[in-house]
């Protein structure tokens, strides 16, 4: 069945880093853009990063840029979300989505982490910035 499993989250203290994975089963990540999205309890979901599916383009959020990093492995069927400089304010369940991506398409721009372009939808990882 098509998965996708987040991985990584954990407690940090601000400043700090972690990698996010996001492990997909069931598709084959060559054919799929990856989000990144964002949920923290009573604000709204927000996308904060993607990447095409060669890894040609990407895009990041304002509240992001600079500090985060999206990278992909398509041999390994993986998906990274690098984190550094952490910030309180990044605390939030952290979720992948996929979106196909015959290879044309252009994720560089804000109309790449609109939400509901996303068919498949990890289960999340929390991560807490805390001192």
């Known amino acids: 069945q098509v998965q996708l499993v987040e991985s990584g989250g954990g407690l940090v203290q601000p400043g700090g880093s972690l990698r996010l994975s996001c492990a997909a089963s069931?598709?084959?990540?060559?054919?799929?853009?990856i989000g990144w999205f964002r949920q923290a309890p009573g604000k709204e979901r927000e996308g904060i990063s993607c990447i095409s599916s060669s890894g040609g383009s990407s895009y990041y959020a304002d509240s992001v840029k600079g500090r985060f990093s999206i990278a992909r492995d398509n041999a390994k069927n993986t998906v990274y979300l690098q984190m550094n400089s952490l910030k309180p304010e990044d605390t939030a369940v952290y979720y992948c989505?996929?979106?196909?991506?015959?290879?044309?398409?252009?994720?560089?721009?804000?109309?790449?982490?609109?939400?509901?372009?996303?068919?498949?939808w990890g289960q999340g990882t929390q991560v807490t910035v805390s001192s």
């Open positions: 069931g598709l084959t990540l060559d054919f799929y853009a």
């Open positions: 989505a996929a979106d196909y991506d015959a290879g044309s398409g252009d994720y560089s721009s804000p109309a790449s982490l609109t939400d509901s372009w996303y068919d498949v």
